[in-house]
T-cell receptor, first 112, second 113 residues
Framework: SQTIHQWPATLVQPVGSPLSLECTVE??????LYWYRQAAGRGLQLLFY??????ISSEVPQNLSASRPQDRQFILSSKKLLLSDSGFYLC???????????FGQGTRLTVV | ELKVEQNPLFLSMQEGKNYTIYCNYS?????LYWYRQDPGKSLESLFV?????AVKQEGRLMASLDTKARLSTLHITAAVHDLSATYFC?????????????FGTGTRLKVLA
């Protein structure tokens, strides 16, 4: 069966520090991968999605970036965090037939 | 601009009552998805509606899809406290037909004992 791993679960980082969140998927190949951010009490904002290795589509211009170095690995990064980057980050995968999405456990990022 | 709007945004209801959450979307997507999120947790898939007229039921929740009206509903029957959560709908295409997974604004449901 397919599983999705996301880490770390919580993170407290100072303003200006770098960020790296990792998401890996098991039990499937060539998944569509997504990064979302959820501000407190708000909806889910699509940040990046990827349909294959090295293919990244950015939805919102910001100081975040994403990479997909391997088929089942999706990384969210920042060189310098801002206070506004705080939120709940969710990784998701969706199979090529675009049925339901499966989410990681999420990373709660607090930038201080 | 792609819009996926839910109504209401907040809902407080008594146990035992019925209510409907609405999801309107602006794309030509013929699929619609419903998710549940408990506070501080990730999202859990509830329903996958894959065609016009699709209706699915699980316990006290029933979801339906009208692709012509670009409307999906999530009906709650005889609400219980355990249903308190935030509910999201999502579509899988934007206005240009590109596959993306876009979520609605969310409906925060609180069921009062």
């Amino acid at each position: 069966s397919q599983t999705i791993h996301q880490w770390p679960a919580t993170l407290v980082q100072p303003v200006g520090s770098p960020l790296s969140l990792e998401c890996t998927v098991e039990g499937t190949s060539n998944p569509n991968l997504y990064w979302y951010r959820q501000a407190a009490g708000r909806g889910l904002q699509l940040l990046f999605y990827s349909v294959g290795i090295g293919q990244i589509s950015s939805e919102v211009p910001q100081n975040l970036s994403a990479s997909r170095p391997q088929d089942r690995q999706f990384i969210l990064s920042s060189k310098k965090l801002l206070l506004s980057d705080s939120g709940f980050y969710l990784c998701a995968w969706i199979d090529r037939f675009n049925t339901e999405a499966f989410f990681g456990q999420g990373t709660r990022l607090t930038v201080v | 601009e792609l819009k996926v709007e839910q109504n209401p945004l907040f809902l407080s209801m008594q146990e035992g009552k019925n209510y409907t959450i609405y999801c309107n979307y602006s794309t030509t997507s013929d699929r619609l998805y419903w998710y549940r999120q408990d506070p501080g947790k990730s999202l859990e898939s509830l329903f996958v509606l894959l065609s016009n007229g699709a209706v699915k039921q699980e316990g006290r929740l029933m979801a339906s899809l009208d692709t012509k009206a670009r409307l999906s509903t999530l009906h709650i029957t005889a609400a219980v406290h355990d249903l308190s959560a935030t509910y999201f709908c999502a579509v899988d295409k934007d206005d240009s037909g590109t596959y993306k997974y876009i979520f609605g604004t969310g409906t925060r449901l609180k069921v009062l004992a």
